[in-house]
């Protein structure tokens, strides 16, 4: 049955400035309203554990969707499909009467009306609100090289990182000049951290094994796979040990680490780094993120990855009623480091946020400060070696790789994900098929094999 | 291990014109060149049968996928992914040494020097030709519909039909005009051919059955499905009895059919069809098709849908050495009644065409006419009922559509995703929950959610 809520008069008529559109009039039934904007882990983990809490919960996102970020470059290099890693927000809180999913681009909060602005020009009004708007790749202020060299955060991400990268081979396969055909054979994925070994490991395979084989003029494993750090090391919040394995592991799946090399340019010709040239037609961009814009829609105080500057229970100063988690704030751990911007550590924020808002309406004692627990870093490096740092136990290799596995599969929402993807790897293992080598969004005649 | 040919001279040196580029100087080894253009199934099973014959062959192909067109739809109504069915040219043929694949896109056909030219001035000489180009959708002379109406041809219309689908619901739930959301829950389907029937019936269980109680301001069984078929019933190729079953299956699911009213205009507001009027904020288009422009290239006779008049064995007129094929072709079945253009047609006039070259190389008495068998008429009408129709046997209901089922996961290529799509249909079945409800390229913010 659907749910069916009844067009009553706002509770908060009187705080509401300007226009007032019939989606501010939509009741909360007199609860208290909690808006959270943004679906990914650290949001959705606050709807999920808000179940019982007697609020009135309004959960906007821009897309239709809940993705699983940490599966993402595998269908950026043809391993998984979209549906196998993305589900449907409304659907996942379909049993939840208490929720209602609006899909919607936020545009600013009015914080003194304690409204959260939409496109179109409507409002929803909140009493309690949680930001859980994520981050974008950054360029360091070179948004000049974003054409040249794709991040990776979204599904179109992907799909556009898969065509380029299947792009290069076929036009390769035509290609006539040698060194045309060496820069499109010519792989760098620029930033050393778990995406972009994940990127660089994958890619080595699908070049020097899947594909091999399935053309006539070129031959695969001639291609040139560059990971190109700016630090000293890759894996940097991994041990030093474990980042020289995951070196070594990486160049035996043929991949070239260039360390302690900035890169200074990019083009659609190639990348410079360290003072160095290299011709590549296709290059990639895992090196860097930045927040969303919410402390700009908040006038908020910020780091310089524009993430929120929260007080240790997460709200943000001088707004106890505001909270901010996941890769749009910046808090530290009880080491003093800050909260890294990964999933579990958004979902555990997301979490204690929900606790917060329980124990306040019940008038208890607010449950403090937010305490990261850090259960471990997980990498993988090809399909047959990961490293995993959990502290007390460090694991490489084979061992590591089916822990990372079970893992990544224990996360996915809903069994039938589970089935697809474990189907989808066990392919990969059996036959060496990829599932998803599609080439969409643009054909042979369109700007995909444009001579740039 | 990848093939490698050596470039060497052409053999038709002699005939060449113009421009001499890299890619005519490869070799065929000596052998009778065959170039195949389109890798759908009569592309395809032309070339799969050609296996061990004394030629060189390359297929051309602007996408890198081979499609399953019959389960499109599914796309396009959420219940499959893309990558479930379609497969990558190259891949399916990697174990075929004599096959050369080509992503590129064919601008025309230079039949006195014998080269198929293509994209970026490149040609492909050949000995024999054969032209498997399929059809797009087409809208009788009004063009200008397209953008309002989207047609159901390749995996990128397929998700546009899904985006827009998805789309009106998320708008109908924040619209606060009534007219407004009616017209947003109302969706046209044009053309009672297998397409139109198959996309109304499982539009109207997304709306009366799977949607149910994601929404929480509209009633998805509010929606209105209407079918417009301009004939005086739908599924024309089907016994009248069959149609009259349809058109019943299609009542009970909710679907409004409209017979013997063609469709005279069509807007971002809705259609008029039969001198009546429907505001609809979706409108989808399976009333007919426009061949490849073939008949162009080659400047021979064709239909007015643009296809090929080609001789009975399949060659074109004056033009022994050139074949045509599937949607592209028109021919006369036994019957004296056009060969239809469904898959089954075309894979047997691929294999027919193969079997004629290897008789004409052998210097074997040709295979004579081709004669078109029928093997049957299928069509689902939302995931219970169905119809088939193979002349001595006629199926309706629940029977029907498992061997629909079946006959179509038999039908996909390679045992992967024969599971995939079962896995995806068993889910449908037992939990209701359509696996591909993803809405991609433009989110909430972008054109997809503008207001036209």
Redesign the interface.
Known sequence: ?????EVVESQTGDRVEGQT???QR?SSGGLHRVVIVGGGFGGLQCTIDLKGAPVHITLI?????HLFQPLLYQVATTSL????I?W?I??LL??R?DV??????VTGVDTAGRRVLL??G?AVPYDTLVLATGARHAYFGHDEWEPFAPGLKT??DA?TVRRRL??AF?RA??A?DLDERQALLSFVIIGGGPTGVELAGTIAELAHENL??????????DSRVVLVEAGPRILPAFTEDLSAYAKGALEKLGVTVELGRPVTDCNADGVMFGGQWLRARTILWAAGVQASPAAQWLDAPADRAGRVLVEPDLTVPGHPEIFVVGDTAMVNGPDGTPVPGIAPAAKQQGGFVARTIGARLKGEPSAGAFRYAHAGSLATIGKRAAVVDFGWLKLTGWTAWWLWGLAHIYFLI?V??R??VA?SWL?IYL?G?R???????G???GEA?A?D
């Open positions: 049955m659907a749910e069916r809520i559109s019939e989606l939509r996102d821009r897309r239709n969707h499909a979209t549906s196998e993305a449907p409304r659907s379909r049993t009467p209602e999913t609006l899909l919607a681009t496109d179109g409507d599904l179109e799909t299947l792009l076929e396969e035509r006539t091999r084989g399935d053309f006539r003029h070129i031959d695969t494993r809903g039938r994900n089935l697809a189907l392919w036959r098929q599932s998803a080598r599609l080439i969409t969004q054909d042979a005649g094999l001579k």
